[in-house]
């Protein structure tokens, strides 16, 4: 086997040595030690192809090791774009398993180039410190106004294999939502970081959520935008009609198959795109009669929190079964078990983000984009709608919500617990008559 290391030069009683690679364009120094925690060496590049210099920087680098072993500090430290990589190396590989929607492959990629790799650059994942993630924090809620966002004239994208141009997007502020997924990447990133060594978990800087609440309120902010059962009738009674105002055929049956995607989400509570784009028929299972004699259904969704099996509304069943039939229709058969969901009837799948602003159309039509309380309504209203209904009129406890929703309790409890004196006085109310 060559060796290519030339001019070894043992530095520090020969705990250290330097040396010069063969196969390189630029003969600059090296430095090697062997790790001592671990197996196999630690390596610096020293950047000169001056000995002297070399030799300095080496020894300058020995000592940073041994201060560190000293201190318990991570030894084999790594950029921020090395992490990256591997954070979404790993992602990739619980995509291909199914743990994860594709989605959320491509949308967390964009993140770390746009907002991460942008802010952080080629920095060592272990120098960022709390104030680091605050100034971060504050860089990206004005990317669009005022940061790199307010100098990009057009958006330029590849969608199905095509180069799509769009103008960049209206200059606001990051939403809090919109930073909500900022930080629950970066967060992922430096849970990597931990798993492969390049910092200790009690180095991790704090990286938390804003959450801003209006004074006097401490859940004005919390709640949801979401539909109240009369409203949730009008939108179902206007999505009912509203397919058959399409331009052409495509268009009418993008519209048809919103309304059953909007009832879907509104009777199983799945979070839209992250878990809807990803549905397949093989994640449906049979129709099952449960200890009341109904007829129910279970789906497995893959998203944020990982894979998870629920068990939507009953109706959920008969939205699914009227987007399989008209796909039947075209084909003869069943659609195959691998086939996404959420298609045209000639297997085009439809994704959230093309919903997202049919949705917002369907809404303004109807009159309901906007709550009583000025909120704007989107997509992940309808989830909101089906906790709010499961809370109200299901007297679902907030452990079961939690679990078939797939999230915690506290978030449960957060967002919906203005929720509970409306509960509490229709129960009270219902004793109270009782009791007359």
């Known amino acids: 086997m060559t060796v290519h290391r030339q001019q070894l030069t043992p530095l520090e009683d020969g705990e250290i040595e330097i040396y010069v690679r063969s196969d390189t364009k630029k003969p600059l120094w090296q430095a090697r030690m062997l790790d001592p925690i671990g197996k196999g060496y630690l390596t610096k590049a020293l950047k000169t192809q001056n000995k002297a210099k070399a030799e300095k920087r080496a020894k300058d680098w020995y000592d940073e090791v041994r201060f560190k072993l000293k201190h318990n500090m991570a030894l084999r430290t790594k950029t921020v774009p090395q992490v990256c990589a591997l954070y979404l190396a790993d992602l ?3 995509v291909e398993a199914g743990d994860r929607p594709e989605r959320q492959l491509r949308d967390y990629t ?5 907002y991460v790799k ?4 080629t920095r060592h994942v272990d120098s960022i410190k709390d104030k680091d993630i605050a100034a971060f924090k504050e860089w990206c809620r004005t990317y669009w106004t005022t940061g790199p966002g307010s100098l990009q004239k057009n958006k330029v994208y590849n969608r199905n294999g095509k180069r799509i141009v769009t103008p960049s997007r209206k200059r606001t502020t990051m939403t809090r939502s919109g930073m909500s997924n900022l930080l629950a990447v970066l967060r992922g990133m430096f849970k990597t970081a931990v798993k492969y060594d390049a910092i200790r978990q009690v180095d991790v800087p704090a990286v938390k959520n804003d959450v801003k609440r209006k004074k006097g309120d401490p859940n004005a902010e919390m709640a949801r935008a979401a539909f109240d059962l009369q409203e949730y009738q009008r939108l179902y009674r206007f999505l009912r009609h509203w397919h058959k105002t399409g331009k052409d055929l495509e268009h009418r049956q993008r519209k048809e198959l919103l309304k059953d995607y909007v009832l879907v989400l509104v009777n199983s509570g799945i979070r839209p795109g992250t878990e809807s784009d990803g549905l397949c028929w093989k994640h449906i299972s049979l129709p099952f009669v449960d200890d009341h004699n109904q007829k ?3 789906m497995i969704v893959s998203g944020k929190t990982g894979s998870r099996e629920l068990v939507p509304m009953p109706l959920t069943r008969i939205y699914l079964e009227r987007i399989k039939a008209r ?4 084909l003869g058969e069943d659609p195959s078990p691998d ?3 959420f298609c045209l009837p000639d297997g085009t799948p439809v994704k959230e983000d093309y919903f997202r602003q049919l949705f917002r159309k369907a809404l303004k039509e109807a009159g309901l984009l906007v709550d009583p309380e000025g909120r704007k309504r989107v997509l992940y209203s309808c989830r909101h709608t ?4 499961r809370i109200l009129m299901g007297r679902v406890s907030v452990f079961t919500l939690a679990e078939n929703m797939g999230t915690s309790v506290k978030m449960i409890s957060d967002h919906y617990a203005h929720l509970n004196s409306i ?6 109310t219902n004793r109270a008559r009782r009791a007359s």
Request: charge should be negative.
């Open 386 to 389: 089906y906790a709010t209904f």
């Open 296 to 298: 129910q259904i279970s």
């Open 327 to 330: 796909r039947r229709a075209v």
């Open 118 to 121: 942008g802010y952080f650059g």
């Open 423 to 428: 509960q509490a006085a229709a129960e009270l």
């Open 92 to 94: 990739k590989t619980e």
């Open 110 to 114: 964009a993140i770390i180039e746009t």
């Open 339 to 341: 086939e996404y969901v």
